[in-house]
Nanobody, 123 residues
C-alpha cells in the first residue's frame, strides 16, 4: 500500500525555521516526482515545491524561493522541506505528494497524498 507520512510541523515565530519530513513507502518513492503543497484556511491548495527522484529539476513557488529548500534521502525513502525565514503568510497545512508524471506533479493532480502537517507562524 502506498503511503506518505508527513512530520515536523509546529508553531514558530516569524523569522524562524522548521523542517518537514515525508516518509514514503518504497513503492511511492519510486514515482517520478515528489513535492509539497500547502493550504491555508479559506484558501485553495497551492504548489510549494517539486523534484524528481534524480533531483533534477527542482522547482519552487515564487513565494518560497530563496527561503525553502527541498531535498531527499533515497536511502531513507524520505523527502524533506527545510523552511527558513518563515512568515505569517506561510501558515498552512503542508501536504507531501507524489506523482508518476512530472506534469501531474506540478499541476497538483498527484497520484498520492500525505495526511498533512500544520505549520503556524506567528508575527
Amino acid at each position: 500500500q502506498v503511503q506518505l507520512v508527513e512530520s515536523g510541523g509546529g508553531a514558530v515565530q516569524a523569522g524562524g525555521s522548521l523542517r518537514l519530513s515525508c516518509a514514503a513507502s518504497e513503492r511511492s518513492f519510486r514515482t517520478n516526482a515528489m513535492g509539497w503543497f500547502r493550504q491555508a484556511p479559506g484558501k485553495e491548495r497551492e504548489f510549494v515545491s517539486a523534484t524528481t527522484w534524480s533531483g533534477t529539476p527542482t522547482v519552487y513557488a515564487d513565494s518560497v524561493k530563496g527561503r525553502f529548500a527541498m531535498f531527499r534521502d533515497n536511502a531513507k525513502n524520505t523527502l524533506y522541506l527545510q523552511m527558513n525565514s518563515l512568515k505569517p503568510e506561510d501558515t498552512a497545512v503542508y501536504y507531501c505528494a507524489a506523482a508518476y508524471r512530472w506534469a501531474t506533479m506540478v499541476t497538483g493532480s498527484c497520484d498520492y497524498w500525505g495526511q498533512g502537517t500544520q505549520v503556524t507562524v506567528s508575527s
